[in-house]
């Protein structure tokens, strides 16, 4: 069973970076997109990013202009560039692998944006 797992959470004050990865345990055929979504405490799991296998991207609007998304697809492999990082931008951050056959989801990282 392949596995994603994340990496690069943590505590940042407010205007600082982070970057986060994700890495499938396993080779994933078939791709369609690599994604980052979030849930913070009380909300529901929201998309942060997406990339398709050919490369294109988008973004929730509270993401745009700060954070980047890209991927390496003979690594099977997803990150999440985060800069100016706000309080709001504090929750669980999730890897997600989007096949023709299955969807994959990682456990999850903490960010927490906080002085």
């Known amino acids: 069973q392949v596995q994603l797992v994340e990496s690069g959470g943590g505590l940042v004050q407010p205007g600082g970076s982070l970057r986060l990865s994700c890495v499938s345990s396993?080779?994933?055929?078939?791709?369609?997109?690599m994604a980052w979504y979030r849930q913070a405490p009380g909300s529901e799991r929201e998309l942060v990013a997406r990339?398709?296998?050919?490369?294109?991207?988008n973004y929730a609007d509270s993401a745009k202009g700060r954070f980047t998304i890209s991927r390496d697809n003979v690594k099977n492999t997803v990150y999440l560039q985060m800069n100016s990082l706000k309080p709001e931008d504090t929750a669980v951050y999730y890897c997600?692998?989007?096949?023709?056959?299955?969807?994959?989801w990682g456990q999850g990282t903490q960010v927490t944006v906080s002085s």
């Open positions: 396993g080779r994933i055929v078939s791709i369609r997109a």
């Open positions: 990339i398709t296998y050919g490369g294109s991207s």
């Open positions: 997600n692998v989007d096949s023709w056959y299955d969807r994959y």
